[in-house]
């Protein structure tokens, strides 16, 4: 693999891209990584595009489920609106999987090279306010908004005079 695009995969821009990795001691002690889960988003945050590859002794044990739920949380809450990818006609465990999740197929438009184009639409999660009645939208909003810090704080002592000389005092 070239030194580029070993570093590509290993420093993440976590502007655009995440990945969630899924590690495990091995026998020696030492960390072997079990699988991945990487997204890669356009830059106007609208499409991302997703891979996940897990060890073959393990699939099919619901690792690359719980990899996919998590980033899809992620990119959830990041405003992505949807999640693609090209996955091989041949790939019925990523298939059944991405049925699971809730991906809609179609065949890929380029070429008839038998892969499938995988597609889920993110639905956002609304705003807390905007199903509730004005009144509950009001008491919501008074119990939790910002309130300025108390200063100085309760039971709190100024310095004697020699130590606090020089400090901007309010």
């Not at 091995?26 to 889960?37: H, I, N």
């Amino acid at each position: 693999m070239e030194r580029t695009e070993l570093a590509r995969l290993v420093q993440i821009d976590y502007a655009r891209e995440m990945a969630f990795v899924a590690l495990a001691p091995g026998p020696d002690g030492e960390l072997q990584t079990l699988g991945v889960a990487r997204a890669i988003v356009d830059p106007d945050n609208i499409e991302a595009e997703f891979g996940v590859i897990v060890r073959s002794e393990l699939k099919g044990q619901g690792l690359g489920s719980l990899l996919m739920d998590k980033l899809i949380a992620y990119l959830r809450g990041h405003g992505t609106q949807r999640l693609v990818a090209t996955v091989l006609g041949q790939n019925d465990r990523m298939l059944r999987l991405s049925k699971q999740q809730g991906f809609q197929e179609r065949p890929h438009s380029e070429g008839g090279d038998g892969t499938k184009s995988l597609f889920l639409t993110l639905k956002l999660k609304p705003a807390r306010c905007a199903d509730m009645t004005p009144t509950r939208a009001a008491q919501y909003s008074r119990q939790f908004r910002w309130r300025r810090p108390q200063w100085p704080p309760t039971g709190w002592h100024p310095p004697p005079l020699a130590i606090r000389r020089g400090w901007p005092w309010w």
